[in-house]
């Protein structure tokens, strides 16, 4: 059974930094390109970072330059995202979500698979 189990998630101060798992289970993650996506309350999911099978990574949203870096880990079949310099809008469930082919897509609908989430709060 293909499973990817998202953790790190919480509540950080405005500036402060968290980073994220993405784990997985049943299935080897180093084949497959890795999104992280979020939702906001009442806004529709964005995608966030993307990295491919070979470590390329790519930028979806504007608002996370220099400050979330993707990466991955294929020995502990896992990817990370390390969010910096955190700010209230960056409150989101985030998501991360496996891409059945190598290069990463800007289109949410050919990832197959997909994590429960994980909860960011950015508060003081």
């Known amino acids: 059974q293909f499973q990817l189990v998202e953790s790190g998630g919480g509540l950080v101060p405005p500036g402060g930094s968290l980073r994220l798992s993405c784990a997985a289970s049943g299935f080897t993650l180093e084949y497959f390109a890795i999104g992280w996506f979020r939702q906001a309350p009442g806004k529709e999911r964005e995608g966030v970072q993307c990295?491919?099978?070979?470590?390329?990574?790519?930028t979806y949203s504007e608002s996370v330059k220099g400050r979330f870096t993707i990466s991955r880990d294929n020995a502990k079949n896992t990817v990370y995202l390390q969010m910096n310099s955190l700010k209230p809008a960056d409150t989101a469930v985030y998501y991360c979500a496996a891409l059945p082919v190598g290069s990463c897509s800007g289109e949410q609908y050919r990832f197959d698979y997909w994590g429960q989430g994980t909860q960011v709060t950015v508060s003081s």
């Open positions: 990295i491919s099978n070979s470590g390329a990574g790519t």
